[in-house]
C-alpha cells in the first residue's frame, strides 16, 4: 500500500510539473561563512542594486513606519529598489526571501510588506538577534506572493521568519536544526526531508523539484561529515536546483563582504561574476544605482522612472490575469515606490 501510494503521488506529480521555487542554505568554507541560494524562477531579469547608507525610507502603506538605513547594502530584486529578493548588508547580514506555497497571502497586521521588510533588515540590523527582538514591534505580511525569510549574521546565528495569515511565525537558532530553507514551511520540509533521506522509495518516487526533496539534499549534505570547499559548495547548490528554471545563483561571502552571482540565460555568458564590498560606494544618493542583471556588461546606471514602470508591469505578470483589476493600481502604486527615498546625513 505505501509503495502503490508513492506511485500514484508521483504520477500526480508528474501531470501538475514543477512549481516556481527557490533554494537556500548556509555552511562554512575554510575560514569564511556562505550563504548560497538557487533562484528558480520565471525570468531571470532584475536589478543588482546599491542601498545607500543613510537613505530615509517609508513604508508602501500609509501608517506604516519610516526608518533610516544605519547600513549600506547591496541586493538583487526582480521588481525594483527597496523590494529584495536577496541581499547582504556592510555587517554581513544576510536577508533571503522565498516563496512559501503553504502561506496565506492577505490578513495580518505587518507593518510592512513582505519584500519591504527585507530592506528594513538589511538597512537597521547586524546581527539575526537584533531581528529577532524588532519582530516584538514591526513585522511583514504578505503581498502578492506568499514568501518567507532565512536570515543569517556572518557568526552563523540564523532564523526563519514565515508570515502566514495573522501570524507570523519565527524558528530561531537554538531551535533551527539545519540551516536549509525552500518552498514549504520549515518544520515541513525538515520532517520531510529527514524521511526522504532516510528511504530508498521516497527518493525513488519523489520529484527532485519538490520542496522536501531539495531540502533533503541539501540537509543530506550538510549532516556530512568532510571538509567544505567552494567546489563542494557548488555541487551542492547544483544538485538541489530546477535545471529547467534555474535563473541565479548567489554565494555570499560574510566573511570577507564579497559576493559571487551567475545570470543563467541565452543573452548572458552564464559565468559567477564576483562583487567586493570594499569597493563599493555606500554614500546616499539622490539617484539610486542599479545594475541590469540580464546583461553581460557590468554598468552602474540610475534607477529611471521608465523602470518604474517595467516593475509594476512585472508584478501584474506575477499576481495574474484573474486579478487584473486589483492588481494593476496595486502594481503602478508598488512601481511608484521604487523610487521613493530621500538621501539623509547620519550625523543628524
Known sequence: MRVLSLVLSAILALGSGP??????????????????????WSTHEGFLVVNGRGMQRSAL??????????????????????????????????????????????GGDGALVSLEWAQYVLDQFETAAEVKKSLET???????????????????????VEPDGKRVDVIA???????????????KDYKGAREYSDSMMERLFTMS???HARFGKIYAELAEEGKWTRTRLLDTLEDAKISSLNRWQILWNQSDLRFS???????????????????????CESSVRVMPLATDTMKWRSYKKSDQKIVASRLRAMMGVRK??????????????????QCQNLAQ
Open 19 to 40: 512549481a516556481l521555487a527557490c533554494s537556500v542554505f548556509t555552511t562554512a568554507v575554510s575560514k569564511d561563512r556562505y550563504v548560497a541560494k538557487n533562484f528558480d
Open 138 to 160: 514591526v513585522q511583514p505580511r504578505q503581498m502578492a506572493v506568499p514568501l518567507h525569510f532565512f536570515v543569517c549574521d556572518k557568526s552563523g546565528d540564523c532564523l526563519v
Open 61 to 106: 502603506y500609509q501608517g506604516g513606519p519610516t526608518w533610516q538605513a544605519k547600513y549600506g547594502s547591496m541586493s538583487l530584486t526582480v521588481l525594483g529598489p527597496g523590494l529584495p529578493v536577496s541581499g547582504m548588508n556592510e555587517r554581513g547580514l544576510v536577508v533571503e526571501s522565498l516563496v512559501n506555497y503553504d502561506a496565506q497571502v492577505g
Open 209 to 211: 523539484y519538490r520542496s
Open 324 to 341: 487584473v483589476t486589483m492588481s494593476t493600481d496595486f502594481a503602478s502604486m508598488v512601481g511608484r515606490h521604487t523610487g521613493t527615498g
Open 173 to 187: 537558532e537554538e531551535n533551527l536544526k539545519t540551516k536549509v530553507l525552500a518552498n514549504a514551511p520549515w518544520s
Open 261 to 283: 552571482y551567475r545570470i543563467r540565460t541565452g543573452d548572458v555568458d552564464g559565468q559567477f561574476r564576483k562583487v567586493d564590498f570594499a569597493k563599493v560606494d555606500f554614500s
